[in-house]
């Protein structure tokens, strides 16, 4: 049955044509209408009537439907018909990138036709259907395309966390992001793609975790060096992983996630830990959300101390 926003008592070919826009978000496309046997009359009707609304050229979005980002992308996609793709920023977001908010409305296109007002079209001959895929039932680059894609208009550290991200949630591979990079050499911003590619597959993968992530972009844009991820060490018998070391030195940081310490067994378990490498002589900084989020310079300032003192010891 169609949802309860659909409008009773209409003529049967309309009836066919909300039947349709209920598989769209609400809107269909003027040839859909045509095919479900809606004459002009009856169209112009209906938009005459305020039950339906243009949106792009071609296209109307049903009035009583909810609206939404994704009703704005599936307009789009409407509008475009075939040889597109959502892309960019706003592929970037509907794939859950976090740096990027739902806002943007962008399509890759494999031809040229005027842009409707709200939307922002990229034109290519390029765009292979191994860089296409679909997402929340609309058509979306793969997660790969649209890293490659963002990176002429994203900063270093911002696609550094974006590819993090694409690696540690498993919507691309090193092995993808490379087979990309040179079928598109000469693609703006492919370079930092490969640099990033490189710093990935030489570095020991993504981070585990969020917050990991937010550790490294803390220290990377003070212009640290970078430490060791996951870096393996003996204590008390048992062969532990430190969330981060600093190569050379026995400077420690641990990301201290709530979700881990959610009872008396947890937290007694992670302060044995930190005795134990305490008394190995590790220096353990334990950086947890509100700290990044809150007191960043802080957290810095201790680390600066601390590997001051380790490397002049």
């Known amino acids: ?43 112009q009707r209906q938009l005459d009537c305020k039950h339906w609304r243009r949106v792009h050229p071609g296209v109307y979005r049903v009035v009583s439907a909810p609206e939404s980002w994704e009703q704005q992308l599936e ?30 409305v ?8 005027r842009a409707p007002e709200g939307v922002k079209v990229h034109y290519t001959d390029r765009l292979h259907h191994r860089d296409v895929t679909e997402r929340r039932g609309l058509v979306v680059t793969t997660a790969a395309r649209t890293l490659l894609d963002i990176s002429a208009e994203t900063a270093e550290p911002e696609l550094r966390a974006s590819v993090d991200q694409a690696l540690r949630c498993k919507w691309t591979s090193l092995e993808e992001l490379a087979a990309l990079v040179e079928r598109n050499r000469g693609h703006r911003g492919v370079e930092l793609v490969r640099k990033l590619l490189h710093e990935f597959a030489g570095g020991g993968g993504p981070t585990e975790s ?15 060096p970078r430490p060791e991820k996951q870096c393996p060490v003996l204590v008390g018998g048992r062969l532990r992983r430190l969330d981060f070391r600093f190569p050379g030195t ?27 490498l305490c008394a190995r002589g590790y220096v353990v900084l334990q950086w947890t959300w509100h700290a990044l989020k ?20």
């Open 250 to 276: 026995k400077v420690v940081i641990e990301a201290d996630g709530y979700e881990h310490h959610s009872g008396v067994a947890d937290f007694e378990r992670d302060r044995a830990r930190r005795n134990s």
């Open 75 to 104: 307009a789009a996609s409407l509008w475009a018909a075939r040889g597109f793709a959502i892309s960019h920023r706003a592929a970037a977001a509907l794939w859950g990138f976090t740096r990027f908010k739902a806002q943007t």
């Open 294 to 313: 809150d007191r960043p310079e802080h957290l810095l300032q201790e680390l600066l101390s601390v590997l001051t003192r380790a490397t002049a010891a």
């Open 210 to 224: 969020e917050l990991e992530a937010r550790v490294l972009e803390v220290v990377d844009a003070a212009g640290l």
């Open 1 to 43: 049955m169609p949802p309860s926003w659909r409008v009773a008592g209409v003529h049967e070919r309309v009836v066919k044509c909300l039947k349709v826009a209920s598989r769209q978000r609400g809107l269909i496309r003027r040839d859909q209408a045509r095919q479900e046997g809606a004459s002009r009359q009856q169209i």
């Open 106 to 113: 962008e399509l890759t296109v494999c031809r040229k036709q």
